[in-house]
């Protein structure tokens, strides 16, 4: 019944002006053990409550045991080195795996019909969700460099049959191999990081990663599109498939920093 009335009342919390009547309304509504699991609290007081209009006690968090929480730059020298060569193979990884809508301008560009064009994209994701839970499974039973390095290959060969076969029947095959490619890395990256960095750290390893691979594909979608302006397609994808290759040797050179899961 008592949440039952706070419940009727608590819109009027919006117009409420103090830190102290909002958590008096939630000590209504969730009850008197709302935030045990909080560190230990710093003071107490009596506060007037705004949904019955007597006062209650509430405790009032000391700001100081949260002091430690956020993490700093300073923390980020905790990654080490394994964790940095997983971020330097993906960064070379999505320099060579650029956006996918290329994908879709080269269907067009070879011939395919404006309502056609989609069977690309059709192509390779089906590949992907197809490949992507036994890629993952494999990981779990052999050293995950092997099915990163295959992975690598897959997207060598996706950008050259791109490149240089510029066909419709080629552009499926390769789009087909590119999402062969994906099934065995996108997955497989994450799980990198999570072995590589720190436990109490992976939050901040996940965020740096996504960061550093999102300004790898920004950059190299941008490269791609230089390329196919200036030289047309086939530069794009060889450019892709260098890239690649050169993840495939910084993977070779870290191999005792990434190390098996």
């Known amino acids: 019944e008592r949440r039952e009335r706070a419940a009727q009342r608590l819109p009027l919390a919006r117009n409420y002006r103090s830190r102290p009547q909002v958590l008096a309304a939630v000590h209504h509504l969730f009850g008197e053990g709302f935030g045990d699991g909080y560190p230990p609290l710093h003071a107490s007081g009596e506060f007037p409550d705004p949904v019955f209009g007597h006062p209650v006690e509430l405790l009032v968090t000391d700001k100081r045991s ?128 999570a072995d590589t960095a720190p436990a109490h750290l992976r939050g901040t390893a996940f965020g740096l990663f996504n960061l550093a691979t999102g300004v790898a594909l920004l950059a190299s979608s941008g490269l791609a599109g230089l390329l196919w302006q200036a030289h047309g397609p086939a530069a794009a994808f060889l450019a892709g498939a260098a890239f690649a290759l050169l993840a495939l040797f910084g993977l070779a050179a870290a191999i005792r920093r990434i190390g098996r899961r």
């Open 66 to 193: 949260y002091a430690d929480a956020p993490i700093g730059w300073r923390d980020v020298g905790q990654l080490g080195a394994p964790f940095w060569s997983a971020v330097a193979v993906g960064v070379a990884f999505t320099m060579a795996r650029f956006s996918e809508a290329f994908l879709v301008l080269r269907a067009a560009d070879v011939g395919l019909a404006p309502a056609q064009v989609p069977v690309v994209m059709v192509a390779m994701s089906v590949v992907y969700a197809v490949t992507t839970v036994p890629a993952g499974s494999l990981s779990d039973r052999i050293d995950r460099r092997l099915v990163l390095a295959a992975g690598l290959g897959a997207l060598i060969a996706s950008d050259l049959v791109l490149g240089l076969w510029g066909t419709v029947a080629g552009t499926l095959v390769g789009a087909g191999i590119w999402g062969l490619s994906n099934g065995f890395t996108q997955g497989l990256f994450g799980a990198l990081v």
